[in-house]
């Protein structure tokens, strides 16, 4: 990744981003807490209810006065809703320099395409995604701020292994070691869409996603590298483009941003642009029929302090099921794991010659 995009925050905002980073290691003497109760409490969870609504009442109810457990509900809680503003407040103490640092790469070799009378997706419009005020496109710089301050220096410090050592790991797990032409469904500021460059440098890579503020940043992006990507403001399961333009279709965890008739429209877009032979990768979220019903709880409370109203729904879905509904062959649907837990799942598939 070239570095002239990398934040270089002023010391109030490197204080305050840092003190999120550093709250997630600071808080795990609670998590641990609250892990032990449920240990000593539900073990898998065999005695909760199947209903999960039901089992996060009956989880409550067993730990509320456990002193870790509300200790992490309030961390929880305090984070979900400041870690996108104090992201904002360390952008904008940065201006005008960073906004002129930008500029410099809204030309290059990569071409953003957006239609003006695009109408974002139902599911999209309006959401706050991940608490973030104003949603998505709320803030004119807001693929920067998401991109670069909170996923550069707040997630990649705090997931384990490392979020875009993981994203390069996924774009390796295609079938085939080289493609000529990729769609990117979901591209975002396009971290992702730089690890397919990387592992396939001589593919000619198309991007869409429905948040101009995320293509925007997109853009930057692949010009800082040099590369010659086409970023288009459409939704994946309505693309455009023509019948089996593209040899492979991918997304890194895109779908659970998505109600579950969107994934559906998807993976029939997917098959209808792919050529005979074409591939498709994506990858998600856990699914929770691999999740003993604890687990399934953690990762549904996690859904619910980040924001992410389709979660739940999309978590519940057999990918597999629905791209062989949707005709493609060789379906292979896998938890690539992490540190024991089943994230992210990754699935692969062909469309028949």
Known sequence: MNDALQPRLRQRGRASVDFLAHLF??????RQDIQEHLNANFGE????????????????????????????????????????????EAFEALKPDITERL???DQGP??????????????????????????WDGHPYMGFVHGEIVHRLIVEATYPGGIFKQRRLVAGLAPKNSYNRILEMGCSTGHFTQALAETYPDAEITGVDVSIRALEHALRTGNACGHRWQL?????????????RFDLAASYILLHE?????????????????????????????RYAHLNKVQEWQADQTARFGGEPFW???????????????GFEEVDGRAIGNQGYPYPYVVTARKPE
């Open 232 to 244: 288009h403001l459409r939704a994946a399961e309505d693309t455009g483009f023509d019948d089996g």
């Open 25 to 30: 290691f600071g808080s795990r003497g609670a």
């Open 312 to 326: 739940r729904e999309s978590a519940s879905l057999d990918l597999a099921a629905i791209l062989e509904e949707a």
């Open 110 to 135: 990569s071409r953003l395409i957006a239609d003006e009378n695009f109408k974002a997706p139902e599911y999209f419009d309006g959401v706050e995604i991940h608490r973030t005020r104003g949603g």
């Open 103 to 105: 500029a410099r790469y």
């Open 258 to 286: 998505m109600p579950a008739d969107a994934i559906r429209a998807a993976f029939a877009e997917a098959y209808r642009v792919l050529e005979p032979g074409g591939d498709l990768l994506m990858s998600d979220v856990a």
């Open 45 to 88: 969870g065999a005695s909760l209810p199947d209903d999960l609504d039901e089992r996060h009442e009956a989880i409550t109810q067993a730990l509320s006065r456990k002193p870790g457990y509300r200790a992490g509900q309030t961390i929880g809680e305090w984070h979900a809703r400041q870690h996108g503003l104090i992201a904002v």
